[in-house]
């Protein structure tokens, strides 16, 4: 992994992918779910501090009346000035207005975190890729449901799409 260098808060947002809570409690490696969104909390809370946007993505089933139980973000994750995407494909960028929110408050980078590596984090990135943006992928803030899976990604897909750091390396410029 390699640290990325200081981020522009005014230019960066960190991108959390189906923080469910039926998705944080599914079986998932290298890491819990349960560990994964203590780092994205934690990230999340860092973003914040510096003014940066925080994008919670979650999904919907599309063609159904309710959804499952536990289909909405995990208790306590969305703060206000949130920006709360929802999805009804594998990526969060198709119909849903993500781009365009984006550019609305000049982001030009994403910084990623979320739940599954491999399916809904890495969608998004490559559809954020396609559209021009910057990428950095916290490996920490990640899991799937194989460890095998993650690793790809991690080390084989994302070195090729962006950067990967630990979440303790993602830092922002001052002033």
Known sequence: ???????????????????????????????????????????????????????????????????????????????????????RTIGGFHLTGLDDRLRGQGVDTLVFGGIATNLGVESTARAAGDLGYELVFVEDAMTAFTAPEHTASVTLDFPRLGTVAAAADVTFRQG
């Open 1 to 87: 992994m390699t640290a990325p260098t200081a981020l522009d808060p005014a230019r960066t947002a960190l991108v959390l992918v189906d923080l469910m809570d039926r998705i944080v409690a599914l079986p998932l490696e290298p890491h819990t779910g349960a560990e994964v969104l203590a780092v994205c909390e934690e990230l999340a809370a860092r973003f914040r501090a510096a003014g940066a946007p925080v994008v919670l993505v979650r999904v919907e089933r599309p063609g159904v009346t309710e959804q499952p139980p536990g289909s909405g973000l995990a208790h306590g994750l969305l703060r206000d000035g949130d920006i709360e995407i929802v999805k």
